[in-house]
């Protein structure tokens, strides 16, 4: 069974920093892109950075980047997302999901999501 955890989210200060985490378990981690997308209070979802499968690649909305970085431990089956600089409209809902390729090649089709995880920015 595929299961995507997410954790590290929270209470943060605007300008403050949070790292995500997203532990993966019932498939071949090192063999699939992944994503954070998330979702803010009354809105759709918002895909927010993407990372192939070896980690070498990735890819960033243009809100996030220079603020945001992704990364991946192959070995831990880990996805993170070190969130800096955060501000009041990053609260949202942060999900990992995996996508169904290894490659970030269009159409980036996810097929398995995390629960999910809050993270709220408010001074």
């Known amino acids: 069974e595929v299961q995507l955890v997410e954790s590290g989210g929270g209470l943060v200060q605007p300008g403050g920093s949070l790292r995500l985490s997203c532990a993966a378990s019932?498939?071949?981690?090192?063999?699939?892109?992944m994503s954070w997308v998330r979702r803010a209070p009354g809105k759709g979802l918002e895909w927010v950075s993407r990372?192939?499968?070896?980690?070498?690649?990735?890819s960033y909305a243009d809100f996030v980047k220079g603020r945001f970085t992704i990364s991946r431990d192959n070995a831990k089956n880990t996805l993170y997302l070190q969130m800096n600089s955060l501000k009041p409209e990053d609260t949202a809902v942060y999900y990992c999901?995996?996508?169904?390729?290894?490659?970030?090649?269009?159409?980036?089709?996810?097929?398995?999501w995390g629960q999910g995880t809050q993270v709220t920015v408010s001074s």
């Open positions: 999901a995996k996508l169904k390729s290894s490659w970030l090649v269009p159409p980036y089709e996810y097929d398995y």
């Open positions: 019932g498939f071949t981690f090192s063999g699939y892109a």
């Open positions: 990372i192939n499968s070896g980690g070498g690649s990735t």
